[in-house]
């Protein structure tokens, strides 16, 4: 019954010419020789979804390696891929897949964030954009914003005297932390990116954010995590 309902939750892997990966030569030739770590990445992503299997071959050698892997979101993951796959061909997804990995990690880390708090249901409300990281992340950003950020307007932030030690005036800048949801809302509208996501990790002191004023306008924001930026 185990094996049945893993096939179940994994169809892709029923088909026949899936089954060659017990070729070796199938697994991508630049790569550590390891059927785990690469089936890690085919279960949580490409069996479920990705039935051409050449593509499933290529998107298997892909790697996201980035400071945010510690933070890593498998429902963001999850539902990433059900909106990928409902909105683009799979030639589509693996070209989306394969910029991400090589030229926008923390973009990616980033989208699977905000996804992870979504429902499934909200989904299909997501912009349809041509599949382009930026154009994707913007899309998923203002989608978050309208539907997401404005519940944690309530949260207020509370901080330690190392975090507080850090809002100085620095010349041209004053630096300060958000002291709230709603604050930090405005923020992310004022520099347009994925701020208003952060409400929960700065709550439970996961992250810092700071931001850069200059003349009263906020300039910049910065994340400290693990001490480094």
Not at 22 to 31: A, S, T, V
Not at 95 to 109: A, N, T
Not at 134 to 144: C, I, P, Q, S, T
């Amino acid at each position: 019954m185990e094996d049945i309902s893993f096939f179940l939750q994994y169809p892709h892997l029923k088909e026949y010419n899936f089954l060659t990966w017990q070729e070796l030569f199938l697994l991508p030739n630049d790569k550590p020789l390891s059927i785990r770590k690469a089936l890690d990445y085919i279960l949580r992503c490409v069996c479920k979804y990705i039935s051409d299997v050449n593509i499933a071959t290529r998107m298997v050698s892909f790697t996201f390696e980035s400071d945010d892997m510690e933070v890593h979101h498998e429902s963001g993951e999850e539902k990433l891929f059900v909106y990928l796959v409902q909105t683009y061909t799979q030639k589509q997804i693996e070209r989306l897949m394969h910029d991400f990995s090589k030229y926008h990690v923390d973009i990616y880390f980033d989208i699977l964030q905000m996804f992870s708090q979504f429902e499934d249901d909200m989904l299909h409300e997501i912009e349809k954009v041509k599949p382009k990281c930026y154009e994707l992340h913007d899309a998923v950003v203002k989608y978050h914003s309208l539907r997401i950020a404005k519940k944690n307007f309530h949260i207020n932030f509370k901080y330690s005297d190392w975090q507080q030690r850090g809002c100085v005036k620095k010349e041209p800048y004053s630096i300060q932390l958000p002291q709230n949801g709603r604050e930090l809302y405005e923020w992310s509208q004022t520099l347009q990116n994925c701020l208003s996501g952060y409400a929960e990790l700065i709550k439970n002191k996961r992250t810092t954010v700071y931001g850069f004023f200059k003349d009263g306008v906020l300039q910049i924001a910065v994340e400290i995590k693990n001490n480094q930026i």
